[in-house]
């Protein structure tokens, strides 16, 4: 099973910082790993697939890279509405597993 | 618009069973993978199991190999997720998920709460 480890677990920031999530597997994938953005009390919403492609009607201030081991999304000009959990998932082999996630508390 | 719907949950006791339901519009449901993954109170994401377009290729998460059964009607549109022998670590929020194993799973239902306990 592929372990995809994320960092940090929480983060506070100011609204207009620009922040950045990583996300660690423990063998390489790849590109098949994506992004999203789960609310307080909604389901999960893809915002970044295969590292770096934007899902439709993602904010542009959303974006990814990486490949291999180490992926990173990036919020640049955070907005209060970001506040939220994202997680990383990886799909290059079953089971599928997901990052632990990373909480982002707006200041 | 795409529309993902789950119903079926509730309380049940430790050892008992449940049917999910995860019913599907603005798509064609018979050309995609779909998922179960669920969420335990406060934790994070947990994939449960997938069943490909046709019902051929079916997997489970270990932990539910034996317990749970996923079945699709593509003729109703609908997903399905038998469980039987429940545990406490079952409880969950379950959500129905569009996405074939190598791929994102674009979309999800707003999910369906089971909770096991006496």
């Known amino acids: 099973e592929i372990v995809l480890t994320q960092s940090p677990d929480f983060q506070s920031v100011t609204p207009k910082e620009k922040v950045t999530i990583t996300c660690r597997a423990s063998?390489?994938?790849?590109?098949?790993l994506h992004w999203y953005q789960q609310k307080r009390d909604q389901s999960p919403k893809l915002l970044i697939k295969f590292a770096s492609q934007s899902f439709s009607g993602v904010p542009s201030r959303f974006s990814g890279s990486g490949s291999g081991t180490d992926f990173t999304l990036t919020i640049n000009r955070l907005e209060a509405e970001d506040a939220a959990t994202y997680y990383c998932h990886q799909s290059s082999s079953l089971p599928v597993t997901f990052g632990q996630g990373t909480k982002l508390e707006i200041k | 618009d795409v529309q993902l719907v789950e119903s079926g949950g509730g309380l049940v006791k430790p050892g008992g069973s449940l049917r999910l339901s995860c019913a599907a519009s603005?798509?064609?449901?018979?050309?995609?993978?779909m998922n179960w993954v669920r969420q335990a109170p406060g934790k994070g994401l947990e994939w449960v199991s997938s069943i490909s377009a046709g019902s051929s290729n079916i997997h489970y998460l270990e932990s539910v190999k034996g317990r749970f059964t996923i079945s699709r009607d593509n003729a109703k549109n609908s997903l399905y997720l038998q469980m039987n022998s429940l545990r406490a670590e079952d409880t969950a929020v379950y959500y129905c998920?569009?996405?074939?194993?190598?791929?994102?799973?674009?979309?999800w239902g707003q999910g369906t709460l089971v909770t096991v306990s006496s």
């Open positions: 998920a569009r996405g074939f194993s190598t791929t994102p799973f674009e979309y």
């Open positions: 063998q390489s994938i790849g590109s098949n």
């Open positions: 603005g798509f064609i449901f018979s050309t995609y993978t």
